[in-house]
């Protein structure tokens, strides 16, 4: 998505010791909201031959992302995993576990009520970042433990230097980035891939 590329190029800023690009100004802290209505629309199109009963995401970041996509896909059901701050969570979820990829790689589990998640049905799975492809794992993990199937996973921005595009791919999941970042410094800023 040149768009996509273009603003990452203009505001992205990379925080080179611990390979994080940070795109607060439009999509991690404020949101612009029209251009991520795009995004929510260049998704309808990489996923136009499928058909979509639900899409889930992850708080917190991933939640607006999949609310825009929702309205393009014709106003699937959002579902958001939960991030579990308590040890001891009640009852009937789905519950799986994720290795940080921002937060000191400190792990943290998600939950999804069984009342959200059926089986059988077709998931798409949205997130802002694919890095090492834990928080996707989880996600595909949940889906799983409900009996319902992965259509695939769009993701924002995928940093290809890192496994998880390659990981999650290998399990048999369409993964659609909407741009690759093939490398990036602090020094040389992001270069994308050549698709
Ligand atoms: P993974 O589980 O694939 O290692 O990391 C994906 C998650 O970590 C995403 O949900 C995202 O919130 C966060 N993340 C990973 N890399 C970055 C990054 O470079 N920038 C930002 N802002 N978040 C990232």
Redesign the pocket.
Known sequence: MEELKQRILRDGKVRGSN?????DSFL?HQMDVAFLQDVGRAFRQRFADCQIDRILT?EA??IGIACLAALAFDQVPVVFAKKNKTKNIAGDVYLSQ?????QSKRPYNIFVSKEFLLPGERVLLI??????????SALIDVVHQAGAQVVGAGIVIE?AF?P?GKLIREKGIRVESLARIAAMSEETGVVFCDD
Do not use: H, P, R, Y
């Open positions: 390979e994080v690009l940070k795109v991690n992850i970041s991933g994720v290795e940080s990829f921002t997130d802002d970042f694919l890095a090492n492809g834990s928080a996707l940093k890192q998880g």
